[in-house]
Each structure stands twice: as structure tokens, then as C-alpha cells.
């Protein structure tokens, strides 16, 4: 089989950031590229209700599942971020069948927080609770996602990783490397390039024309994970025909 690949919305950062233009209105555009999934941004959701049932029903129409990107964390002061809730219900309205956030400030897993995460799967059993390695060494290493995660399914909590091919390397880690140490954990993948300037800061880059061998990494993976291509592409013509060159690459 084939991955499916899907888009992150953050592809058309330049237009939704305007406030102009719901994320709704590129579920048919996806669909035509050819792609099997979008994942939508919280934060570009301006009338969050009215949007997120909008958004469930223009889904349907053109039977395109839906993935919750929310820009916050599990933990907050070392607690269960109270919020977490809020996101599942969100979800819930979208029809979206996952919902991923980073790991925030995680210092261990107490029965409190067991019983609290339980409780939340059980109320909303259809959808997923992914983590994504972020920039930090706390919330993005290999060796902090894959510690939490072995406690976590210690506990039969069924939480999985988002892994973002990119963000490894503002840790200074190798991103295939790290997607060995992951790759049994990880239901969901965030397709990113990155490349350093001479200047040793790192910028974004193509899938093709950055340091990192996107398709190694992805090798790591099997083929039912699957990935979507994330990182800002231009006004809405540059990004569809960004996504046209890259989609051509990955399949």
C-alpha cells in the first residue's frame, strides 16, 4: 500500500493569516490535488462554532477526514492542561478523528493525571491523542517523547506521537535517528524540511532541497502511518502548485 498524505492548513499561512479566509474553503482544493486528508489549525478558526460545524460539513461533502491541530500542550504547570477537554469537544463538532497538541511541562505521571486522561478517552473514544516532538529539548527529544510514551502505555493510556521530520534539527538531533527510536509510537506525521544558513540559524525549505533526506526518514515508517505536508507555501496559487511538486515527490 501507500502512505496517504494529507495537508496541514498551515500551507496557506499567508492568506489565512489575513483573517479573510476560513480553512473550509481549501477542503475541495486538497481534495482535487489529490490529497486524502486535511488537517485543520485551531488557530485559524475565527467563529470557532459556527467554523468547526461548517467545517464538519464540508468534510463530508467531499470525504475528506479531518485532523485537530491545536497550539498547546498536555501538561501545564506539571498538571493535565484543564483545556484538553475543550479541544476534545471541538473535535467532536468537526468530526476530526485526532487531535494533537506537544507535550508541555511534563514531570511525571500521576495517578491523578492517569485517572483524569482515562476519563477523557472514554468520553471520546473515536478520537486520538497524538504528541508532537516540538523544538525543545524537553518536548522534542527522542529520549523525552519515548520515556513519557513507555509510562503512558505503562498505564494503558493510548496516546501516540506526531512526528515532525523537522523540528528534531533545532535540537541538534539527526531526524532519522530520532524516527527509529519513535517509529513504534508514532500514528501521524508532520512532513517538513529544514535547512541551516551560513549564519547557523535554520530556515524552511522543500522537501527536496533541505538537509534532511525526507524520504529516508519516512522510510523508517511503515506505509499505514499516515503524513501530512506542513510548512507555509505563499499565497494560495504558489502553495497549490508547491504542493503539486512535492506531492509528486513523496508518491
Sequence with gaps: ????????????????????VQQLTYIKTIKELGFSFVEIRREFLRN??????????????????????VPSVLFESREINPALTTYFEEARMMGAIQVKVTLGDYHDLQENHVESLAHLFKQYPDIQLSIENDQSIEGGSAKALSDFIFVAHSHQLPIQLTFDTGNVLYIQELAEEAAVVLKDYVNYIHIKNVKQTPDHQFELALIGTGDIDIQDVLAVFPENIPAAIEYPCGNKETAIDVLKAEKAQLI
Excluded: D
Aim: aromatic content about 10%; glycine content about 4%; proline content about 2%.
Design 1 to 20: 500500500m501507500s502512505r496517504l498524505l494529507g495537508v496541514n492548513t498551515l500551507v496557506f499561512n499567508e492568506e489565512l493569516s489575513e483573517g479573510t
Design 48 to 69: 470557532l462554532t459556527e467554523e468547526l460545524l461548517e467545517t464538519k460539513t464540508e468534510a463530508e461533502r467531499f470525504q475528506m477526514p479531518l485532523y485537530y491541530s
